[in-house]
């Protein structure tokens, strides 16, 4: 008897006699064509607000959407994270919460900036000639394409939110508070403008934040260069103050500190040498060179011991020690700068200060330190400018390198009065330019080059131009990390600190990241010079450089935000629109025109969408959870932990979801050049969005993953089998009537297993939701689904479903089990498998207004529960484990065709296997003809046995009686009723009660 039933060789065919499966659910899902039916039913039934309505009592959980840039089609990253987030709301929702779930776009920024201006630069047209709200309408005109572009993708994925009224950054009310929210951290006196170097992209003319970054290999220029001493130990006095002896002070008086650094162009900017106390160095004197230039025997050399020797041999000579050299020494030697003298410039004092950031991996041991042009240097500097200036050292940082990459006036010998004119750094192409030819012309001009060569590396470019950048010291505005708040010891960084320890970690190991980040990150840089953007609305008083705090002028500036947008700030006339009468003379005051980083914009949307309840209801701040990428670690959840402790003294958040990034099916990067890059349009043109989901919610997305054809095979065919079972399911629910439903108690106990069996993967399907573990919560169901019932469960009463009389306790306890499974598994995959849950939810539950995702998880009775019955069936289980294999032994041999041709005798030696199998039909249980228990007895030598099962042995026999033409089964009680002498007493029944029911026989 199979599920289709064909002619038996009998003269009669009983198929149409059987409760066989119906149903129009359609074996090939044609996911592509079918998915937009549904969603345009969803919206038509405006399923998103309906689940506002019928959960508004319920507690909120919030996912906080972290904003997409609106500037290009969405890729496979895009689909992955909106997916997770869908997972997630959608779970949350059936969990039993109100999970709204609000979209939004970043809408501001480079990105954006940058696209306008290449079509600008197509149509030969200069960005400054335009006036500057005109610019900043293209700027908006092309994000709200993108945007649209971009919800209907996002749409196509199944994700559900509140799509007709997202967040835009560039709307008119978020311009308007993140504006508030920058005035409220100036109003803190948390804001201040300084100067630092910031990392700056020459050819996009702006500083970048680290999150902009990406690093590439490249060819830098690498030089050695002699810093000539200028003044001894014994002639300086330490850091103490103090005078000492030195045996080595009048060696050192004629010889030369050796550093090493891959930025030539930054020796002008050198201001110190920073050394480590934590390493060794010596004097060496040279005994022997290989070139004519360079270095020349008899000059005297300090380096760090460990790198001496490389040293000389990159410069083709032979060095001789001649004494060690301390820490307290060096700490008291001045150099004199390397291009002393060169256009009547470089006459300061050059100081050796000690630095954390100093190592012997690489170099001299020595790190020449340009203040303005590293983060290292800057710093070593800054905490040693108390003593510079006791010593007498100018601290001033001058800015040397202007905004095009060129030296300013400030730099003798290379600035634009200069007789080659000003040196540049970087062009507008992010090629190199002529600053470090020149730099090191000067310096072998000077004799001050030990040895140059060229170094393979990884630096910094910008993730969007792809070009390489510098640190260039710049004013910037800047918010502080270590300034008090509220408090002494109340800073930014203790409540950013404190904050994530408050917070949850999904993976829990992600929060040493984001701490470690925190703990030794420099003072928040807020500016840009750019257009496009929320300018940073203050104003400076130009004697003083006070910023005016003033409640009168942020509600004139935010009040016109809010009608206007910040184009006001740039508007003719804004400057005395917005001060009013706050200040006795205009003139006094600057309008700073620079704008805001967009990750302050991004930082701000906690206060902009979670906090505006009249737009959204039904959010809550702090939100329940932020998810992205591993990359916002250093992104938007930092910038958002930043800008909420500032302004709210927590994070904006309770817990942080981290997932990995895609990588092609063999682990490598997805790139266009490479030609390996899976489009999530692709495949839901060929597959449909459901087998996306599915993906998304098998892998292990807390790291990176793989993605590729054989990959999405794998994914297809796990699908085949869900919708497989579905489909039996559905077919066999056609002939279920609920008035029939049987009482748990009244069910035999195979029933009642797969109800305990529900019970369980309740509780363990709800835990891997609660978790946010939706391979785990897949896993769960799948195994159940495939191992369980399609291999087990659905296999055994498949005789009883198709061929038991309708009065059949046991087919009705069956049905009423199937529907059970319908109800809880539906619901169980509804969050992953959107489309395909809700064609099979229809199928037995049409309507208008139906539909699987208005559900919660179906709570299940504590009395499935049944841990007793659940070991009884492991044993019997076990047993029949024993018994199939030994028939899928003859059936590989073709002594048998199908399993009701045997009547396999079972050797069972294990009492409590036989006290499990006591009162069970083991031939029904092991789809046999007939079956023979035999206690105690000594099996044949060749009878099949699992090492697992101890105590059962099989051997195999072929049922004896002639084969029923409806069920298929073999019986010698086939032709006992004389009125149906082709089957059994069981089905002979059957036929009587469907000939009563009027049904066909």
């Not at 696209?115 to 709200?133: F, M, S």
């Amino acid at each position: 008897m199979t599920d289709t039933a064909p002619g038996a060789t009998t003269e009669r065919d009983y198929s149409t006699t059987l409760f066989l499966p119906q149903t129009e659910f359609p074996m090939r899902a044609g996911l592509p064509k079918r998915e937009p039916e549904w969603l345009k039913r969803w919206e038509d039934m405006n399923l998103y607000e309906r689940l506002r309505e019928q959960s508004a009592d319920r507690p909120k959980f919030t996912l906080h959407d972290g904003p997409p840039y609106a500037n290009g089609n969405i890729h496979i990253g895009h689909a992955l994270n909106k997916t997770l987030k869908d997972l997630v709301s959608r779970s949350m929702q059936m969990l039993g919460y109100n999970s709204a779930y609000v979209p939004g776009w970043d809408c501001h920024g480079l990105p954006i900036e940058w696209k306008i201006e290449e079509q600008y630069r197509a149509k030969g047209k200069n960005k400054d000639e335009v006036p500057i709200n005109e610019f900043r309408a293209e700027c908006r005109t092309f994000a709200e394409h993108w945007v649209d572009v971009q919800r209907e993708e996002f749409k196509r994925l199944g994700v559900m939110g509140d799509w007709d009224n997202p967040y835009l950054t560039m709307s008119f009310d978020a311009e308007a508070q993140i504006a508030r929210e920058l005035m409220k951290v100036a109003g803190l006196g948390q804001l201040y403008r300084g100067s630092k170097p910031v990392m700056w992209s020459v050819v996009e003319r702006t500083a970048l934040a680290e999150a902009e970054i990406e690093y590439q290999d490249y060819e830098s220029d690498a030089i050695w260069v002699k810093f000539p001493v200028a003044t001894t130990p014994k002639e300086a006095p330490n850091e103490a103050g103090l005078e000492y002896e030195s045996l080595t002070a009048a060696s050192l008086k004629n010889a030369s500190v050796v550093i090493w650094t891959t930025t030539p162009w930054t020796i002008p900017a050198n201001r110190a040498i920073s050394y480590s106390s934590k390493l060794e160095y010596g004097l060496y004197e040279v005994q022997a060179t290989e070139n004519d230039f360079g270095p020349q025997p008899g000059e005297k050399l300090i380096f760090a011991d460990a790198l001496a020797e490389e040293c000389a041999k990159k410069a083709k000579l032979t060095l001789e020690p001649i004494a060690s050299v301390r820490a307290e020494e060096l700490a008291a030697i001045t150099c004199y700068h390397p291009l002393r003298g060169l256009g009547n410039g470089y006459d300061f004092d050059v100081p050796l200060l000690d630095g954390e950031h100093v190592t012997d991996e690489a170099g001299t041991g020595f790190v020449h330190t340009a203040p303005g042009h590293g983060v290292d240097d800057f710093e070593v500097w800054m905490s040693n400018a108390r003593q510079l200036e006791a010593r007498g050292i100018d601290t001033n940082i001058p800015f040397l390198v202007d905004a095009d990459g060129f030296y300013t006036k400030d730099v003798p010998g290379f600035g634009p009065d200069s007789q080659d004119g000003a040196a540049r750094i970087i062009d507008d192409k992010g090629k190199k330019g002529d600053a470090n030819k020149r730099v090191i012309a000067a310096l072998i001009e000077a004799d001050r080059l030990f040895a140059r060569g060229r170094v393979k590396h990884q630096y910094p470019h910008s993730w969007r131009s792809k070009k390489p950048i510098i640190f260039r010291n710049t004013p910037q505005w800047f918010v502080y990390m270590d300034k008090d708040i509220d408090g002494e010891g109340d800073t930014l960084r203790s409540r950013a600190l404190k904050a994530i320890d408050d917070t949850k970690f999904v993976p829990a190991a992600r929060q040493t990241r984001l701490r470690s980040m925190i703990e030794n990150r420099p003072d928040w840089v807020l500016s840009r010079q750019r257009a496009w953007g929320v300018p940073i609305t203050v104003f400076v008083h130009k004697d003083t450089g006070k910023i005016l705090v003033d409640e009168t002028v942020n509600h004139r500036i935010a009040q016109a935000f809010e009608e206007e947008g910040a184009d006001a700030w740039f508007a003719e006339g804004a400057k005395a629109r917005f001060l009013g009468d706050a200040v006795e003379n205009h003139d006094d005051w600057e309008q700073v025109t620079d704008i805001l980083d967009v990750w302050f914009d991004s930082g701000s949307t906690h206060a902009f969408v979670l906090e505006n309840k009249q737009k959204w209801p039904h959010l809550k701040w702090p939100a329940s959870m932020y998810l992205e990428g591993t990359d916002q670690h250093r992104g938007w959840f930092h910038s958002s932990l930043l800008e909420s402790c500032v302004t709210r003294g927590r994070a904006p958040y309770d817990s942080v979801l981290t997932h990995g990034f895609t990588m092609d099916q063999n682990g490598f990067k997805m790139s266009k050049s490479a030609g390996n890059v899976v489009a999530p349009q692709d495949i839901i043109k060929q597959y449909g969005a459901d087998i996306l989901r599915l993906w998304t919610a098998t892998i292990d997305y807390a790291e990176d993953h793989r993605l590729g054809d054989e990959i999405l095979k794998n994914t297809v065919e796990t699908y085949r089998k869900i919708r497989n079972s579905f489909r039996w399911l559905l077919g066999n629910l056609a002939h279920y009537n609920p008035d029939e439903a049987v009482e748990r108690a009244q069910m035999p106990e195979l029933e009642r297993l797969i109800l305990h069996r529900l019970f369980v993967l309740d509780k363990e399907v709800r835990a891997a939701y609660e978790a946010f573990d939706y391979k785990r919560a897949v896993s769960l169901v799948g195994n159940f689904m495939n191992l369980e019932l399609s291999a087990f469960y659905f296999d055994v009463r498949k005789d009883a479903l198709y061929c038991d009389p309708i009065s059949s306790v046991r087919r009705k306890a069956s049905l009423t089990v199937l529907d059970q499974l319908y109800s809880c598994l539906t619901a169980w995959l509804a969050p992953v498998l959107v489309f395909t849950m809700e064609e099979v939810w229809l199928e037995r539950n049409p309507g208008e207004t139906s539909s699987v995702h208005t559900r919660v998880f179906p709570a299940i009775p504590a009395d499935w529960q049944d841990e007793a019955l659940a070991e009884k069936w492991s044993k019997i289980r076990a047993v029949r484990r024993v018994i199939t294999g030994a028939l899928e032994i003859e059936r590989k041999n073709k002594t048998i065709g199908s399993s009701l041709e045997a009547a396999p005798k079972v050797y069972v030696s294990d009492p409590a296997l036989l006290e499990a199998m006591s009162g069970h039909d083991m031939a029904d249980i092991a789809i046999t003809s007939g079956l023979e228990i035999i206690e105690g007895g000594t099996p044949p030598a060749d009878a099949f046995a699992l090492e697992d099962v101890p105590g059962v042995a099989v051997e195999f026999a072929l049922a004896a009686g002639k084969r029923c033409a409806r069920s298929w089964k073999i019986s010698a009680d086939v032709g006992s009723d004389p009125e149906y002498p082709d089957i059994t007493p069981r089905d002979a029944q059957a036929m009587r009660e469907r000939a009563s029911a009027g049904l066909p026989v």
